[in-house]
């Protein structure tokens, strides 16, 4: 019978598992820290659930809702407050709600006149026909105007990537848009055009899915998801080493504490296992570390990586003879520090209502925090009663020395900005914080490089599978669907 290993315990690597156990499918995740879930953490304490990594979790695709249902979650699932669906964002020292309507948006004071002429006008403006990639800054400039990006989109970059909308490409972090242009011409157009070809894929628009959560935070998925697989998830195991002979991998594993270092195959002798496939649901960075050697004596043809050009990597340095070339590629891929600071307060305590999704804040608007979720008005039973819980994310490519503060200031910072934005007096009632070192892959200009890198990865390196945030999308949704497609993509190959 054929078995898979799956190198990492996020919700990647979780989902995939699931669905090859379900298939039939042996199957292993080797896991090398304590925990499943990945950047999911959710913590209950003094009546407060904070979430520390994603809040919830968009319906774009059938497979997340089926996900929920295979796993016996839907009688857990909760769905937002209906009153909590205003968004925000920080324009003139306030956050003021985004227009959730066309005749809204032209009465708004998020935007000046001009912005709204050049809404008007987008229709009419030439999609890009010479080929270059753009960042999503050019982007939004050329197809409406610098004041779009100043108080709308560079608030949209720091919530969704922690990301520089001047360094992230169009094409690859936000390929929708750059799809719509090509297709319509128009973004306008391709909203209201492109609504009906969405339907019949059964696929939604981010801003008009479905959002959810679990009566006890998003750690209810990967923690059921563990439970259902059982001995089949090993932690506190790191795997350091892939070797491949003939159509089975040998996997080299260092355990316990030794699994929580950075990953070196140097000298390692650690136990070893075997498996049909590998799957790779880890980090971009880790990959880059992961040794994998491949017989010197299969033919095949030259393996000519595509790396990007202001790289100055060389691709066999240090490696022994049948290492597989191109790895340390992935080094370069940017993941900037994120700190998620989780503040209770009295609902006294707090001038602004608080009634909606969160508020997003702009760089030019010159404050510390990305953004804040508040998070007790999205569900239930997130904050004692009489208070609520906000939860605010620092640092990411706008001020990343801001994440590594100690906590304290952390939490001082955040606590004086949220007095300006919201009205708050009094200190927290609760209060604790993440950091994320490496928290979110950027895809970068250029990206689509790496992209390519591990395509061609697959096809050198039969039955070596990449999956997960790096590769197929960020977001929590992304990362089931790449999860499940994956574990699809093996069914079909033991089933010839």
Not at 29 to 57: C, H, K, M, W
Not at 230 to 246: C, E, H, I, S, Y
Not at 284 to 310: D, G, I, M
Request: glycine share 8%.
């Amino acid at each position: 019978m054929n078995s898979v290993a799956i190198i990492g315990a996020g919700i990647t690597g979780l989902t995939a598992a699931f669905y090859l156990k379900r298939k039939g499918i042996p199957v292993t995740v080797y896991e090398a820290s304590d925990r499943v879930g990945g950047v999911i953490q959710s913590l209950r304490r003094d009546g407060f659930l904070a979430e520390f990594g994603p809040n919830t979790i968009l319906e774009t695709s059938p497979k997340i809702a089926e996900l929920v249902r295979d796993a016996g979650l839907q009688p857990r699932r909760l769905d937002p407050d209906p009153g909590a669906e205003a968004r925000y964002v920080v324009r003139y020292k306030r956050p003021i709600a985004m227009p959730a309507s066309p005749p809204g948006f032209f009465t708004t004071d998020l935007f000046t006149w001009r912005a709204k002429l050049a809404v008007l006008r987008e229709p009419f403006v030439p999609r890009r026909r010479d080929g270059k990639e753009e960042s999503i800054a050019e982007f939004v400039v050329r197809r409406l105007n610098q004041e779009f990006l100043d108080h709308a989109i560079d608030a949209l970059v720091a919530g969704v990537y922690a990301g520089d909308p001047y360094k992230l490409s169009v094409s690859q972090a936000f390929p929708r848009l750059a799809r719509l242009e090509e297709r319509y011409g128009s973004l306008i157009k391709g909203q209201l055009l492109g609504a009906r070809e969405r339907k019949r894929r059964a696929e939604v628009a981010r801003d008009r899915a479905e959002k959810f959560s679990f009566d006890e935070g998003l750690q209810v998925l990967p923690d059921t998801l563990r439970e259902q697989l059982g001995d089949a998830v090993r932690l506190n195991t790191a795997v350091v080493k892939l070797t491949q002979a003939g159509r089975e991998w040998t996997l080299t594993l260092s355990e316990g504490q030794a699994a929580r270092a950075p990953f070196s195959a140097n000298g390692v002798k650690g136990h070893q296992v075997r498996h049909d496939a590998v799957v790779y649901c880890g980090t971009a960075y880790q990959l880059a570390e992961l040794q994998v050697l491949l017989p010197t004596n299969k033919p095949h043809e030259p393996f000519a990586p595509s790396l990007p050009p202001q790289s100055d990597t060389r691709v066999s340095a240090g490696r022994e003879e049948g290492a597989l070339p191109g790895l340390a590629a992935f080094s370069e891929i940017r993941y900037p520090p994120v700190a998620s600071v989780a503040l209770g307060f009295r609902r006294e305590d707090v001038a602004h209502p608080c009634q909606g999704f969160g508020m997003l804040i702009p760089k030019i608007e010159r404050f510390n925090i990305l953004g804040t979720i508040f998070s007790s008005a999205l569900f239930p039973n997130r904050a004692p009663a009489g208070h609520l819980i906000l939860t605010s994310y620092v640092g990411g490519e706008r001020c990343p020395e801001l994440a590594s503060l100690p906590r304290e200031k952390l939490y001082e910072l955040t606590c004086e900005d949220l007095r300006v934005l919201l009205g708050v007096q009094g200190k927290p009632t609760f209060q604790h914080c993440v950091l994320y070192p490496k928290a979110i892959p950027q895809y970068n200009i250029g990206y689509g490089r790496y992209r390519d890198l591990m395509a061609e990865i697959e096809t050198r390196a039969c039955g070596l599978f990449l999956a997960g945030h790096y590769r197929d999308g960020i977001s929590l949704g992304d990362c089931i669907v790449s999860g499940r497609n994956v574990a699809e993509r093996l069914a079909a190959l033991f089933s010839r």
